[in-house]
């Protein structure tokens, strides 16, 4: 992929009230963290100031304080089901929604990685 394609875009404030506020009202749903960036991103582990240049192999850094901002909305924003299960409710609304008001979705993603549906991760 040709890196002149993308901008850098610096990462969201997941501490921020009123995005934990909206991102409640959506739940229970999962977070995606994907992406060309993820897909090549090295999780330093360690509680050292982040490296300035990733290890060869990747294209970028991410620290464990950052990793835990992402652990830390899922948790604030409620964004699975009480058993830590993705309930359908929420993608029925989009597709009942979408249809009353005269559109289509053609096509949807449930999941990035298929042959991970079967298995749960504790504690999340």
Aim: net charge positive.
């Amino acid at each position: 992929m040709d890196p002149v394609m993308y901008q850098y875009r610096p990462p969201i404030d997941l501490s921020n009230p009123r995005l934990r506020k909206l991102a409640a009202a959506l739940g229970p749903a999962y977070v995606r963290v994907s992406g060309t960036w993820a897909n090549t991103v090295y999780l330093q582990d360690s509680d050292a100031l982040a490296a300035t240049t990733p290890p060869r192999g990747f294209n970028g850094v991410l620290t464990r304080q950052e990793w835990k901002g992402v652990i830390d909305f899922a948790r604030a924003a409620e964004t699975r089901d009480a058993a830590c299960f993705w309930t359908p409710t929420q993608a029925r609304q989009w597709f009942v929604y979408t249809k009353s008001i005269g559109g289509s979705i053609a096509a949807a993603e449930f999941m990035n990685e298929p042959t991970y549906a079967g298995r749960r991760t504790e504690g999340l």
